[in-house]
């Protein structure tokens, strides 16, 4: 019987990161800036992030829906969906990669917004 010593000690093998060191989930502090992007007042209805990957990137995929109200909403809405693909978001660890307002309505009180955004971690 032969065998073979190539060198390779269990030290020298590289290991992949483990799931627990991750990013944390950007979606709070995008809500955060969205709401001061919208002004006051400015409630956000319904969010949800869920996990995104393509073959070469990793993210989350975000769906939320915004209300503006107050005396000045169509302006406020107008303002706020004016260069949103464009703006620039601070989210330590990911950048939004796209985002989009894919839905909306108005009433006499107030106008709701459905945005969709793609963060991707930044490596």
Do not use: C
């Not at 990161?17 to 956000?44: C, E, F």
């Amino acid at each position: 019987m032969t065998s073979m010593d190539h060198g390779y000690g269990s030290a020298n093998l590289i290991r992949n990161k483990g799931i627990g060191n991750r990013q944390d989930d950007p979606l709070p502090r995008l809500l955060a800036q969205l709401l001061d992007r919208a002004g006051q007042p400015a409630t956000v209805e319904r969010a949800t992030s869920r996990p995104w990957a393509s073959a070469l990137f990793e993210g989350r995929r975000h769906v939320i829906r915004l209300r503006l109200s107050g005396a000045d909403f169509p302006e406020r809405g107008t303002a706020f969906m004016h260069g949103l693909a464009d703006a620039e978001w601070v989210l330590p660890g990911h950048f939004v990669a796209d985002i989009s307002v894919d839905d909306g309505d108005a009433d006499m009180d107030s106008v709701w917004l459905e945005l969709s955004a793609l963060t991707i971690e930044d490596w």
